[in-house]
């Protein structure tokens, strides 16, 4: 199996990636190496993260389906996995029409190009994200979200929407996959676990928003990749499915696992609520369990693991 994926440098990108090829697909990475976040722990994920593994790797943006076109065209891809997006609540309020530009029209382009070159099976990241301010618990694929809170989720719940009308229109088989906070090694540094390591080291207050009233279902990039095979390998027509770890922790928990496993205590700034977040994520995963999924990976450990890379990548000691 040849898989063209998007976003091929990011975090989970990088982490599927290498989930396939150890079981023996063929991948083609795409990825525009964009600096929202520092472009070398991109190029690090393929060059460190991925050493020894054969791939074919472009440089190319989603935006430009010429550009687009000629990586189908060459490849001849049977399915794709499509990540590349900009993540990121915060940041889209602030640069709604890039949100727009990469999230909407490269989604759109993508769809596109897969339908032309008849790929057999289009994953695409969505987001818990488009849950908004839902009140009630857990988050089920069946609940309302026409109520989005940033540019950012809007955008993804726009992609469900474009899959869809592939689905329908043009019986193309569809899954979008609604993560709920993604944690763990080669990590993404805007994140809030993330943020806390790198202000730790810098001598810095870490900042805790809502007074730290947050309650996130905090999921393993390991239990992650392990749902994305089993839907990749499902090849549903047209579904939409949340994928979380069903175990939500309350942020200042999870912040003293942070603390305990770098052996140290943060400085901490209270903030208030920051416009476009939402104060809690908690996925109902049933429709995945149907698959035989079940995420395993405990808090203690996911970080443990994260804190134990963080070290040795920026060669830092507790
Ligand atoms: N990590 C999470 O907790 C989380 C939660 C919900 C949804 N998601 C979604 O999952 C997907 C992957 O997230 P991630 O955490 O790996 O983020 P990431 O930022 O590490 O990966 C996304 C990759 O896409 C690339 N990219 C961005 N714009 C591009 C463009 N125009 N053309 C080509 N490449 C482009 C980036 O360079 C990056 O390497 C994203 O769609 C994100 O919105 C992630």
Redesign the pocket.
């Known amino acids: 199996m040849k898989i063209l994926i998007?976003?091929?440098?990011?975090?989970?990108?990088s982490a599927i990636a290498k989930a396939l090829m150890d079981r023996g697909d063929k991948v083609v990475l795409?990825?525009?190496?964009?600096d929202?976040?520092d472009?070398k722990l991109?190029r690090d994920r393929i060059k460190k993260f991925l050493v020894g593994y054969d791939f074919k790797l472009y440089k190319?943006?989603?935006?430009y389906y010429k550009k687009l076109e000629r990586i189908f065209k060459k490849e001849s891809p049977e399915k794709v996995i499509?990540?590349?997006?900009?993540?990121g609540v915060r940041y889209s309020l602030e640069n709604p029409l890039l949100y727009g530009?990469?999230?909407f029209m490269?989604t759109l382009n993508l769809l596109e190009l897969s339908r032309i070159y008849g790929i057999k099976n289009f994953i695409?990241?969505?987001?818990?994200?488009v849950y908004g301010v839902n009140k009630k618990i857990p988050f089920s694929e069946t609940d309302n979200v026409d109520n989005p809170i940033s540019p950012?989720a809007a955008t993804?719940k726009s992609t469900e929407l474009l899959a869809h009308v592939y689905s329908y229109t043009h019986k193309m088989k569809t899954t979008g996959l609604?993560?709920?906070?993604?944690?763990g090694p080669w990590?993404?540094p805007d994140?809030a676990y993330f943020k806390f390591a790198n202000n730790l080291f810098a001598g810095k207050p870490i900042e805790i928003y809502n007074k730290g009233k947050m309650l996130r279902d905090f999921?393993y990039i390991d239990d992650i990749v392990e749902g994305m095979l089993k839907v990749l390998d499902a090849d549903f027509d047209c579904e939409v499915m949340n994928i979380g770890a069903e175990k939500p922790e309350k942020l200042m928990d999870y912040i003293e696992v942070i603390e305990d496993k770098f052996g140290r205590k943060f400085k901490k700034k209270m903030l208030p609520m920051q416009p476009g977040d939402v104060p809690q994520t908690v996925a109902d995963v049933s429709k995945l369990r149907k698959l035989g999924w079940q995420p395993t990976t405990k808090i203690e450990k996911g970080i443990e693991k994260f804190v134990d890379w963080y070290q040795e990548y920026y060669k830092v000691r507790k």
């Open positions: 998007t976003g091929g440098a990011g975090f989970i990108g795409m990825d525009n190496f964009n929202y976040y472009p991109k190319s943006d989603i935006r499509h990540l590349a997006a900009m993540a530009e990469v999230n490269g695409y990241a969505s987001s818990s994200s950012y993804k609604r993560f709920f906070t993604v944690y990590g993404r994140m999921t």
